[in-house]
């Protein structure tokens, strides 16, 4: 099922409302995405769950940094010269390459279908590399020259190491602590590629923990440690997550030390977040590109030096994706007439589940969905709620197992009697009976 489940993810990703491609009514935009009803949900819930972890604590602070920040930042941080991917292209069809991604790219042309490119590299059909800068570029204010130029962040992180002086002295940290952000980042990647995983525009869920030098290592195990955590926490499975170090000649410009977190993904085991030991590295470059002191002032051992940084950088939107697949499953359920059908489920944790609720109406008459409507209004004060009255409730059913609704409430005659309602569970499928006014305690109950 494997190989095919990430065709079937993207079609039902479409067809329930999650994700739809950028701009698709003019042929689409190349690694850009847009979230629809469920999916716009879907994303605030990982994105709140992350904060409420990261945040919810005594050293960690938020912040929301602009996305347009002064040119030098980049200078500072390396991306000018750094931030770039080696790229060749086929003399013969044109198409463009990340040279080491090589291995696993197809050929870019339909003469040569199913042919991997590396065949092509292998027969000289290839340009030298030639190294391409990622960010973006625009213009700020009327004149276009280079004088105004500007970037759209590559990543998060620099809205928080340019802040560090503000947050810290506003809020009176004291070291170890950290400071947190979500926002959009941008990529002008060279190959976009396997939906949500490798787009141009994306979400990046950061946070920069200051420590004393020396107290980065021991740091860097805690970081690793509660960021896995975090992922089972939301129901993914200890097997479908690894750890992988990068390799010493493999390490981005700034980090001493860095591990991914993989999720294995049905295309393969791929990178959801990074935790890197970025030492002194942004804080001394800024230092020395703004003039502006940086560092810090140990009271108890009156000593002053530049904080140490580890990292946590999660892909809110690739995160998404992980757990779309990760939640995506196929089994059987029952009929009406006693057979069995089968059905796609999308198992999501109840606190990430776009919808938390449905509750159906058994028929429309007779008062029930008044009833329905009525309970319909109460939850959807504290959750989203759909309500749904139309065809069999067996159909209803099968359409929120594909939205991951955890919990259907059905409204029936014995409401009438004695307000009970049926609360049906979307992975086991069972079905209990109770009173109308205890249904929302019943689900907060599972949300916190
Ligand atoms: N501040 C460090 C940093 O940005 P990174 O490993 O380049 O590190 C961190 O990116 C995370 O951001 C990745 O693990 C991934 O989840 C997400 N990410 C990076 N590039 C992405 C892209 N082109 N599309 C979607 N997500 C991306």
Redesign the pocket.
């Known amino acids: 099922m494997k190989n095919d489940s990430m065709e079937k993810i993207v079609s039902l990703a479409k067809r329930r409302g999650f994700v739809f491609q950028s701009s698709e009514i003019y042929g689409g935009l190349n690694?850009c995405w847009d979230y629809g009803p469920l999916g716009v949900e879907l994303l605030n819930n990982v994105k709140q769950a992350w904060w409420r972890t990261m945040t919810y604590r005594e050293d960690i602070e938020g912040l929301d940094a602009s996305i347009l920040m002064h040119p030098k930042v980049w200078e500072a941080s390396g991306h000018i010269e750094n931030f770039t991917d080696p790229m060749i292209d086929c003399k013969e069809c044109k198409a463009r390459f990340r040279a080491d991604q090589i291995e696993e790219s197809d050929c870019g042309s339909r003469a040569y279908k199913g042919r991997k490119a590396s065949k092509c590299f292998a027969e000289g059909k290839f340009t030298e590399a030639r190294k391409f800068n990622l960010m973006f570029k625009t213009f700020i204010g009327a004149i276009e020259s280079e004088d105004s130029v500007i970037y759209l962040r590559?990543?998060?992180?620099q809205g928080i190491f340019v802040n560090y002086n503000n947050v810290r002295e506003s809020t009176r940290q004291k070291l170890p602590f950290g400071i947190a952000q979500i926002g959009k980042?941008f990529?002008n990647?060279i190959n976009?590629k396997n939906f949500?995983?490798?787009?141009?525009e994306?979400e990046?869920m950061?946070m920069q923990y200051f420590v004393k030098p020396g107290d980065d290592e021991k740091w860097y195990e805690y970081w690793k440690e509660q960021r896995l955590n975090w992922y089972q926490s939301l129901g993914m499975k200890k097997e479908s997550l690894n750890f992988v170090p990068h390799p010493a000649d493999k390490l981005?410009h700034y980090a001493k030390a860095a591990v991914?977190i993989e999720f294995d993904f049905p295309f393969g085991w791929g990178?959801?977040?990074?935790i890197?030991n970025r030492s002194d590295f942004d804080l001394s470059q800024h230092t020395k590109f703004s003039g502006k002191k940086l560092d810090y002032f140990d009271e108890q051992t009156k000593e002053r030096f530049i904080p140490f940084v580890i990292?946590t950088?999660?892909?809110a939107?690739?995160?998404l994706m992980a757990f779309l697949c990760n939640a995506f499953d196929e089994d059987e359920a029952p009929t009406a007439d006693g057979k069995s059908e089968k059905r796609t489920v999308l198992r999501f944790h109840p606190k990430l589940a776009p919808l938390k609720c449905a509750v159906f109406p058994l028929v429309n008459k007779d008062g029930l969905q008044d009833v329905a409507k009525k309970i319909t209004d109460d939850l959807q004060s504290s959750f989203k709620v759909f309500y749904d009255e139309s065809g069999a409730v067996g159909r209803r059913y099968r359409r929120q197992d594909e939205c991951g609704t955890p919990y259907c409430v059905t409204v029936d005659y014995d409401t009438l009697k004695d307000n009970t309602v049926t609360i049906r569970d979307r992975d086991s499928m069972k079905q209990e009976r109770i009173n109308k006014d205890n249904v929302k305690q019943y689900i907060l109950g599972k949300l916190f």
């Open positions: 690694g590559p990543e998060t992180a980042a990529r990647e976009t949500l995983f490798r787009t141009r994306f990046q950061e981005a991914d990178e959801i977040e990074g890197h990292e950088s999660a892909g939107s690739r995160g």
